[in-house]
């Protein structure tokens, strides 16, 4: 076989491989591997000043990242009000907010939250945090599912 | 063939000490690590040059970390654990083979002109 | 009305093009001269129509919707014709025909036209069955449009994309040359001839059109970069590195019969690379600033048509008689350096692509997402360059065919060379510039010489003098300004006039802050003042908010000091204070005008000696 077949014949093999890719996308990010900070659980709560009663929390939780500044954070308020209203505890963390425009949100909107903490961006980057609204199902212990972006009713139907 | 090869040789030479030189410099270490590090809410910028949320929060968090005395590659090692492989534009050592490949070229490259000239 | 038109036009065109195949004008009174003719116009026309359809603000063409408003400049209307996905493949077939018609006028081989329509064919059927801008919109009179994107509202918008795509689509010419002379085997001179010209039109383009994207992403993008081997980049920095190389072999074979083989591989590769490169933005497999939204058929179009390509240069190269091994020439001469010239120059094309694919294939094989930026490719991709910015000073020198010795002179420059930058070093205290100025050194040194010596007749030689010390100076003041640049970030009161220091001494002060309503956007502007050394610049980044999307945009400001320049955008603005991100670029002006320098230096080449 000639040397110089060599190029376009890989060539073939690469389009190929990208063709495949592209029919084949992996949508689905993984979920990393990230274990949960102590921080979650040593932080204050911004109402009664104590932090987190592990007691109190059942096998299964969510964990949800906000800010008053997001507007796709105001879109799932709802959803996140429904869970509440069937007794499923949710950890709210409040992202690089302002306190004042912080607690106008809460009085304005609904608190669906159990537990709520006031967050630098620390206990964001422990848990790998890429934007808000940011959502983690918690069961004993471990993250199950993320959900980067706004929660859909598709997202939290099987736990109604 | 002697012009050209003294000439090869001597660029190796000098190339890679000084390239042993540049991992060994120190200036604005901090600044120069943000821009290894991909913001994944951009499209393709690193965070030293964003101003989404996300870079910044990760500039915030990396400084105090690297002003409580961390060394930048166990912030790096940590970020990648947590964030995953795309949050760094230096690929690890998983990769090895894209840092290989060039060098490879250009000893592949050196002795495949060596023996066609052999040849002649 | 334009709708109907632009479309018909296709299929008139489809419908002549199969005419001219199967040899049938006879029958339709055509002779095959006109019928080439008119395929090339068909080609041509309906990308005018589409123009006239933004000019006139058309609704009734869904393009014209999508890509532009009412009350948007008359200007920006007529461009945001190529501004969408349809607009732009509207624009490759015009060009494609547009290249076939004046080519058509110097070499009427219809053997070599064949395979320019049948490629232009390709490209009217994807755009037809999967990215027509031509879709009639019915009830469309109390549509205003949804308005061309902000960030695309810049003068360079409208030449930066037209010139790349001359570059891309000029490539083509090169590829149905090298097509013919392989399969007719005719290797006259004069075909090679045809092709370096063509391919000089094409890098003349291609190169403009990098400088200007560069430029664009420069003073538009706010990040004071001006280049991020973001993927897009990078497919158009690969056919550049083929194109020059193209242009480099082809002297060798034009001259002296050899490496034939090589420019001609590289010609078809050039294209290539061209259309696969359009194939990765389009298809969303690359996440960039440049990425347009798509649906799956047109990937899938695009592989057909690159795979179509691959397919040619595998039979056209096994069909050759040349071999990779025929050539025959000296150890040191002109023809062996561009011979080195052309490995590594496709070297670091494989580079940079392989660097661009490459996380597309880790996400296959290791399920995990690897991002290559610029600490990779300026590792890589500048260890593979060294070499030739070394060989471009010496090179010109070297006779051919002839085993040269001038040692002599080549260790003076050496020496030279080493001198100057073991003192860069100690006078920058900086690694990477000394290392710059040790590379682009023989270059300048050359350059210099040449000066002193007798005037050439032939312009050629001037040309190539002109490029090469471009690309030293270029590349000194690349590495300067990246070392040197200094960035601040204020925080101004607004109630108070802040003044601070940058840290070369410069005293930053708030002038003003002006509010204003333009046609379709609002303005907020802030204005600043830099004193240095009793001489004062006004800097005004500002804001805008365009309608109808209500898309905020940063508008970078810049002020000029000789070849340096400050860089100001707005990072925020609250209802008490203004947070400013200022830098300095020094020598910054200096890469934009070797840029231009090297852009316009092919042109000394293409002047015929008279």
Redesign the interface.
């Known amino acids: 076989m000639?040397?110089?077949?060599i190029?376009?014949?890989i060539?073939?093999i690469?389009?190929g491989?990208?063709?495949f890719?592209?029919?084949n996308?992996?949508e689905e990010r993984?979920n990393?591997?990230?274990t949960l900070p102590s921080s979650l659980f040593d932080t204050v709560d911004f109402y009664d000043m104590k932090p987190l009663n592990q007691k109190e929390l059942d096998d299964f939780y969510i964990v949800n990242f906000f800010a008053s500044w997001c507007k796709p954070c105001l879109a799932e308020h709802p959803l996140l009000m429904e869970l509440q209203s069937k007794g499923i505890k949710i950890i709210g963390i409040n992202?690089?907010d302002d306190e004042e425009n912080f607690v106008k949100w809460i009085n304005e909107h609904g608190n669906p939250f159990f537990h709520i903490i006031r967050d630098?961006?620390?206990i964001?980057?422990?848990?790998?945090?890429?934007?808000?609204p940011e959502t983690f199902f918690i069961e004993n212990s471990e993250i199950q599912k993320k959900v980067q972006g706004p929660l859909f009713y598709e997202d939290i139907q099987k736990y109604l | 063939m002697k012009i050209f090869k003294s000439i090869y040789n001597l660029f190796f030479i000098i190339f890679f000490s000084l390239f042993i030189n540049i991992s060994l410099a120190n200036v604005n270490q901090l600044q120069d690590y943000y821009k290894t590090i991909r913001c994944l809410v951009c499209d393709g910028q690193s965070i030293q040059e964003s101003d989404t949320e996300f870079a910044i929060n990760l500039k915030e968090q990396i400084q105090k970390k690297y002003d409580s005395g961390m060394d930048l590659k166990k912030i790096n090692q940590e970020l990648v654990n947590i964030y995953g492989e795309e949050i760094s534009f230096s690929p690890s050592n998983n990769h090895i083979i894209l840092w290989v490949l060039p060098l490879l070229t250009l000893v592949l490259i050196f002795f495949l002109v060596r023996n066609k000239y052999r040849k002649n | 009305m334009i709708s109907l038109l632009g479309n018909l036009s296709f299929y008139l065109t489809l419908f002549f093009i199969i005419i001219f195949y199967l040899g049938w004008g006879k029958k339709i009174f055509l002779k095959d001269q006109v019928l080439l003719n008119l395929i090339y116009l068909g080609g041509i026309i309906p990308f005018i129509f589409l123009i006239i359809g933004f000019t006139i603000s058309d609704f009734s063409i869904l393009n014209v919707i999508q890509n532009s408003y009412i009350d948007d400049p008359l200007f920006f209307k007529i461009t945001s014709a190529w501004g969408s996905h349809e607009g732009s493949i509207l624009l490759w077939i015009f060009l494609i025909n547009f290249f076939g018609f004046i080519f058509l006028k110097s070499n009427n081989n219809f053997q070599i036209h064949k395979q320019i329509i049948f490629i232009s064919s390709l490209f009217i059927l994807y755009l037809l069955l999967s990215s027509n801008p031509f879709v009639y919109v019915e009830n469309s009179s109390e549509i205003a449009g949804l308005g061309l994107n902000p960030i695309l509202q810049h003068i360079l918008f409208v030449i930066h994309p037209p010139t790349l795509f001359l570059g891309y689509i000029g490539l083509i010419i090169p590829f149905v040359l090298a097509s013919h002379i392989l399969v007719k085997k005719d290797f006259s001179q004069n075909l090679f001839k045809q092709m370096l010209f063509w391919s000089k039109i094409s890098w003349f383009f291609l190169t403009f059109g990098i400088v200007l994207g560069s430029y664009w992403a420069y003073s538009e993008l706010g990040w004071g970069g001006w280049w991020f081997w973001d993927p897009v980049e990078n497919i158009s920095l690969i056919p550049w590195l083929l194109n020059t190389a193209l242009i480099h072999s082809l002297q060798v074979s034009i001259k002296n019969d050899q490496l034939k083989l090589w420019s001609l591989n590289l010609a078809l590769y050039s294209f290539i690379a061209a259309v696969f490169g359009t194939f990765l933005v389009r298809s969303n497999l690359i996440v960039s600033v440049h990425s347009f939204a798509t649906d799956p058929l047109r990937g899938l179009f695009l592989i057909v048509i690159i795979g179509y390509l691959l397919l040619v240069t595998i039979k056209l190269n096994i069909k050759s008689a040349l071999h990779f091994n025929q050539d025959t020439f000296s150890l040191v001469s002109k023809e062996s350096f561009l011979l080195l010239n052309n490995i590594f120059f496709i070297a670091s094309a494989l580079t940079v692509f392989i660097g661009t694919i490459y996380p597309l294939f880790s996400e296959l094989f290791f399920e995990s997402s690897v991002s290559i930026g610029a600490p990779y490719y300026n590792f890589a991709f500048n260890i593979l360059m060294a070499p030739i910015i070394l060989l471009m000073a010496f090179a010109p020198q070297v006779s051919w065919n002839k085993n040269e010795n001038k040692n002599n002179k080549v260790w003076i420059t050496i020496l030279i060379t080493s001198a100057i930058s073991i003192i860069c070093y100690f006078y920058f205290e900086n690694i990477y510039f000394a290392i710059a100025s040790f590379v682009a050194s023989p270059i300048i040194i050359q350059s210099l010489i040449v000066i002193f010596k007798k005037f050439h007749k032939d312009l050629r030689f001037y040309s190539q003098w002109l490029a090469h010390l471009s690309i030293a100076i270029f590349i000194i003041a690349a590495v300067y300004t990246e070392q040197f640049d200094q960035e601040e970030n204020f925080i101004f009161e607004k109630n108070g006039s802040s003044q601070l220091l940058m840290s070369n001494k410069n005293n930053v002060y708030l002038k003003n802050i002006k509010d204003t309503s333009y046609s379709n956007y609002q303005e907020i502007l802030v204005e600043l003042s830099i004193l240095n050394d009793e001489k004062e610049y006004i800097l005004s980044p500002s804001k805008n908010i365009y309608q109808p999307s209500g898309q905020v945009t940063n508008e970078v400001s810049t002020v000029n000091q000789w070849f340096h320049q400050y860089y100001a955008t707005i990072s925020s603005i609250e209802s008490d204070r203004v947070a400013i991100n200022l830098v300095y670029k020094p020598m910054i002006n200096l890469l934009w005008i070797s840029a231009i320098m090297l852009v316009f230096s092919i042109f000394l080449s293409i002047i015929k000696r008279r």
């Open positions: 000639k040397k110089s077949l190029i376009p014949i060539g073939l690469i389009l491989v990208s063709a890719l592209f029919f996308k992996n993984d990393k591997n990230v992202f690089r630098d961006g620390s964001a980057y422990e848990m790998g945090l890429i934007g808000v």
